[in-house]
């Protein structure tokens, strides 16, 4: 069965800095990860995935991850953090084939402190 | 990018009643839709898998007469939480895979539910 771990519950940076949102995955086969971010009382909005090809990832709002199979790790990174980046972030795994149901990760809230 | 679209955003009902929770793709069709719930500071949990014109799948301990699910069309499912009650106050969000997209879902705004 997959699964998706975010060892934190909230990240705090500072605004400016650079910051990193962990994550860590099971599956059997190949990994399809994702990233998520959600706002307060809104639905989920995508931010990048690997599906396969260059390791490291760039996606929307200067967020980029890097895939890393020997630590089955998919962190998310963003060099210079912004106010509002302050969200929350999900990390998923595709759970079987194509069309088929995502396995999220709990969460990690980040607070971007100006 | 293509849109889902969830309705209503927020609503408020007594206990006892029916609320329906639509959701829409909106410039695509999808033969599946999935249903979550998430609970505050939690994160989504799979409720069940839509499936246009067919019967719904249900994941383990989500009961299936309380929260019926109808994949009308290819742009549309609704789920309705029956004879509500406070305990199923939570945010429910629906997604829609894009035929032709693999890889990639898209999720609707979330529904507010609170019982009252």
């Known amino acids: 069965a997959q699964s998706v771990a975010q060892p934190e519950d909230q990240v705090n940076v500072a605004e400016g800095n650079p910051l990193t949102v962990k994550c860590t995955y099971s599956?059997?086969?190949?990994?399809?990860l994702f990233w998520y971010v959600q706002y307060p009382n809104r639905g989920l909005q995508f931010l990048l995935k690997?599906?396969?090809?260059?390791?490291l990832v760039k996606g929307s709002y200067g967020f980029e991850a890097e895939f890393n199979k020997s630590q089955t790790s998919f962190h998310l990174k963003k060099p210079s953090a912004l106010v509002s980046d302050s969200a929350l972030y999900f990390c998923a795994v595709r759970d079987g084939d194509y069309g088929q149901n995502f396995v999220f990760g709990p969460g990690t809230r980040l607070s971007v402190l100006p | 990018g293509a849109v889902v679209s969830q309705h209503p955003s927020r609503v408020i009902c007594k206990s006892g009643t029916s609320v329906k929770i639509e959701c829409r793709s909106l410039?695509?069709?999808?033969?599946?839709m999935f249903w979550y719930r998430q609970f505050p500071k939690q994160s989504l949990m799979l409720m069940a898998t839509?499936?246009?014109?067919?019967?719904?799948?249900?994941e383990q301990g989500v009961e299936k007469d309380k929260f019926l699910i109808n994949h009308a069309s290819l742009t549309l499912s609704t789920l309705t939480v029956t004879s509500a009650h406070p305990e199923d106050s939570s945010f429910y969000i629906c997604?829609?895979?894009?035929?032709?997209?693999?890889?990639?879902?898209?999720f609707g705004q979330g529904t507010r539910l609170t019982v009252v």
């Open positions: 997604s829609a895979p894009q035929l032709g997209r693999v890889n990639e879902a898209f």
């Open positions: 599956v059997s086969g190949n990994p399809y």
């Open positions: 839509s499936n246009e014109g067919s019967k719904a799948t249900y």
């Open positions: 410039d695509f069709q999808a033969t599946t």
């Open positions: 690997y599906i396969t090809g260059d390791n």
